[in-house]
Each structure stands twice: as structure tokens, then as C-alpha cells.
């Protein structure tokens, strides 16, 4: 087992609150979008990549930011697992209680991953 140096630190807690802010952005955007309620033609397909994007990582990096000097595989599997489960989970929720909002849960998931990954983005890691 190797012991990273100062330098790899400093550029993997540098990676960590690029990607803690790209996902902000990308969670506001998807609200912003849906709430447009743009669907159709290039936007609804960009609103349709984002949307996925957040919700596949966004939760789980919010999760995975407390992982003290992980490897960057258990960082990202973490954070694949926990987006997944956490879509997964609440798609069944709505599913079985026969309430379908999927523009209300990725509020709900959006309001509580980034006051996470804002904290994450300020102190990486």
C-alpha cells in the first residue's frame, strides 16, 4: 500500500469539490428545467441527461463526501450505489402508493443533497 503525497491530496480534494459544484449546478438546472417544464427537442433531451446525471450521483456524493481519504474506485462506487438506490427507492415509493410525482421527488432529493454537497465543495476531503 502506497501513501499518497501532499501534492495528490491537494488535486483529489481539488477534483472533489469541482465535481461537490458541478453537481449544484446540474441538480438547480434539472429543477430550473422542470419547473419550465421544457420536454420536447434538444432541451427536453438535455433536461433528460442532467436529470438522470444528478440523480445517478448527486445523493451519492453527498454520501461518498464523507469518506475520509478513500481510493477514488470506492468514492465513485459508493456514489453510483447510493444515486441508484436512492432513484430506485423513490420511484417504487411512488409507485406504490399509486402517487406519481417525479417533479416533486427530484425536488425533494435536489432540497436534500445540496446543502451536503455545498458543504463538500467547501470542505473537500
Do not use: D, K, N
Not at 469541482?18 to 434538444?42: D, F, N, T
Not at 402508493?97 to 476531503?125: D, E, M
Request: aromatic content about 8%; glycine content about 12%; charged content about 10%.
Amino acid at each position: 500500500m502506497s501513501v499518497q503525497s501532499a501534492a495528490e491530496l491537494t488535486r483529489a480534494r481539488t477534483a472533489r469539490r469541482y465535481v461537490a459544484i458541478l453537481l449544484v449546478v446540474a441538480g438547480v438546472i434539472a429543477c430550473g428545467l422542470s419547473i419550465a417544464g421544457i420536454s420536447g427537442g434538444a432541451l427536453g433531451e438535455f433536461r433528460l441527461l442532467v436529470t438522470i446525471g444528478f440523480l445517478l450521483l448527486g445523493p451519492g456524493w453527498a454520501a461518498a463526501g464523507f469518506l475520509r481519504r478513500a481510493p477514488a474506485a470506492h468514492v465513485w462506487l459508493l456514489t453510483l450505489g447510493v444515486g441508484t438506490a436512492v432513484t430506485l427507492i423513490g420511484g417504487q415509493l411512488m409507485v406504490s402508493l399509486g402517487l406519481w410525482y417525479p417533479s416533486v421527488a427530484l425536488f425533494v432529493v435536489t432540497l436534500l443533497s445540496v446543502p451536503f454537497l455545498l458543504r463538500h465543495a467547501v470542505v473537500a476531503q
